[in-house]
Nanobody, 125 residues
């Protein structure tokens, strides 16, 4: 099993920045692709970004492309989401997830095997 704990959420004004972190423990971190998803009140959980096992490939939702950056540090067992130019519509609970699979569509939430509890991000206008 892999345990995931997110941190770094909070309240920020529109146009501001936040950096989310996800700390992993348990099995070998580098064996998992990692993703960030978010869920706003009354909406379904949606894909935000994903990164391959080595960090060599990244994937982004169109809604955040150019504003958010996903990265990972396999030595520290952590994945990050740098969020810039935040908008009120970015308000959501952000969760990280780990995927044991190789290749395929990383935007699909059902492929992820382990999930964190999430961290709240609120962007005020």
């Amino acid at each position: 099993q892999v345990q995931l704990v997110e941190s770094g959420g909070g309240l920020v004004q529109a146009g501001g920045s936040l950096r989310l972190s996800c700390a992993a423990s348990g099995r070998t971190f580098r064996n998992y692709a990692m993703g960030w998803f978010r869920q706003a009140p009354g909406k379904e959980r949606e894909f935000v970004a994903a990164i391959s096992r080595s960090g060599g490939s990244t994937y982004y939702a169109d809604s955040i492309k150019g504003r958010f950056t996903i990265s990972r540090d396999n030595a520290k067992n952590a994945v990050y989401l740098e969020m810039n130019s935040l908008k009120p519509e970015d308000t959501a609970v952000y969760s990280c997830a780990a995927d044991e699979g190789i290749g395929g569509d990383y935007t699909t939430k059902r492929r992820y095997d382990y999930w964190g509890q999430g961290t709240q991000v609120t962007v005020s206008s």
